[in-house]
């Protein structure tokens, strides 16, 4: 589905095995403070990953962001080694470039 014009939605691939829930929920909270409902997140979607992993599943150590309209990855823990919330500097930057992309403010 396409998301309602101004709002994205976003897909969050992180390993279940490696207690990566919390970063996955300060994200989150990160995201609703800073642009309410116009950003939706989905996460360990099955559909979403048969085309974006090339096992189509979670893959251990990763916490990758796509954007799903048109799969496009926006943060890849995999490719950089630390979390996009490590801290708030990295955090506060990745968003201000979410918002310039997709013109959410």
């Known amino acids: 589905p396409q998301p ?4 994205i939605y976003l897909h969050v691939e992180y390993c279940e095995i490696c207690n990566y829930l919390p970063q996955f929920d300060k994200l ?8 309410g ?9 099955p559909e979403v990953l048969e085309v974006t992993t090339p096992e ?4 251990h150590g990763s916490f990758e962001i796509t ?3 048109t799969m496009t ?8 080694g630390i979390f996009v ?3 708030d500097k990295i955090c506060k930057g990745w968003m201000d470039d979410l918002s310039k992309k997709y013109g959410l403010e």
């Open 85 to 87: 919330t490590e801290t």
């Open 37 to 45: 409902n116009r950003v939706a997140l989905f996460v360990n979607d």
């Open 67 to 69: 954007e799903v309209g």
């Open 28 to 35: 989150q909270r990160a995201l609703q403070q800073r642009f």
């Open 73 to 80: 990855n926006l943060y890849t823990k995999l490719g950089s």
């Open 56 to 59: 189509g599943t979670w893959r």
């Open 4 to 7: 309602p014009e101004g709002c």
